[in-house]
């Protein structure tokens, strides 16, 4: 089966500009993850999807956000970027929100702000 | 609040050479464990997990791992290293908050022939 989809997977913006990545889940999977992953904070947690509804938060400003749509299909917003929202955006999905699900990533987007 | 230490950032074997991969976490409460693997431009796979059991879990590849409470540890270890093994190591560990995972900062391993 498909695995974990995200796009785009390369965007370039300017600071002051907003960005929106997607991610689309393994079929029947209805958690969505997203993961920041940068040189020097590695990776770090942003929030979780499951049924729509946002089920855990990481200690990001309130710039990053996101959203699940009926599909399962997510979505994250950064708004008015800055050079340090350069990263990895790794989506992660899984059947149900529960720990120790495994959990399948994506190959993520690349985004470089400038 | 939980945090994952991998202590060495790098490390560089020789084919067919051991390697061990230290993960120590601190946490509260129980927590599950896991290894993820990191191929260049590419997403996390997930090598191995602890949530209950035999202490000692491998996996399809000849990795493994054990899970020491007393210690809070979590080493992974294999005993013949492939070229293909190189790559970016990192453990984590979930808290019972859902899917969040805490990572450790990984290890980077380079595999010479």
């Known amino acids: 089966k498909a695995g974990v989809t995200q796009t785009p997977r390369y965007l370039i913006k300017t600071r002051g500009q907003q960005v929106t990545l997607s991610c689309s889940p393994i079929?029947?999977?209805?958690?969505v993850s997203w993961y920041q992953q940068t040189p020097g904070q590695g990776l770090q947690f942003l929030f979780e999807?499951?049924?729509?509804?946002?089920?855990n938060k990481g200690n990001f400003p309130g710039r990053f956000s996101g959203r699940q749509f009926s599909n399962s299909r997510s979505e994250m917003n950064v708004s008015t970027l800055e050079l340090g929202d350069s990263a990895l955006y790794l989506c992660?999905?899984?059947?149900?929100?529960?720990?120790?699900?495994?959990?399948?990533f994506g190959p993520g987007t690349r985004l470089t702000v400038l | 609040a939980q945090s994952v230490t991998q202590l060495d950032s790098q490390v560089p074997v020789f084919e067919e050479a051991p390697v061990e991969l230290r993960c120590n976490y601190s946490?509260?409460?129980?927590?599950?464990l896991f290894w993820y693997v990191q191929y260049p431009n590419q997403g996390l796979q997930l090598l191995l997990k602890?949530?209950?059991?035999?202490?000692l879990v491998e996996s399809i590849n000849g990795f493994e791992a054990e899970f020491n409470k007393s210690q809070t540890s979590f080493h992974l270890r294999k005993p013949s290293v492939h070229i293909s093994d190189t790559a970016e190591y990192f453990c984590a560990v979930s808290e019972n908050k859902g899917n969040k995972l805490t990572f450790g900062g990984g290890t980077r391993v380079l595999v010479k022939p």
């Open positions: 992660a999905t899984s059947r149900s929100s529960g720990s120790g699900n495994e959990q399948f």
């Open positions: 079929s029947g999977h209805r958690s």
């Open positions: 999807y499951f049924s729509e509804t946002q089920r």
């Open positions: 602890y949530l209950s059991g035999s202490t």
């Open positions: 946490s509260s409460v129980s927590v599950y």
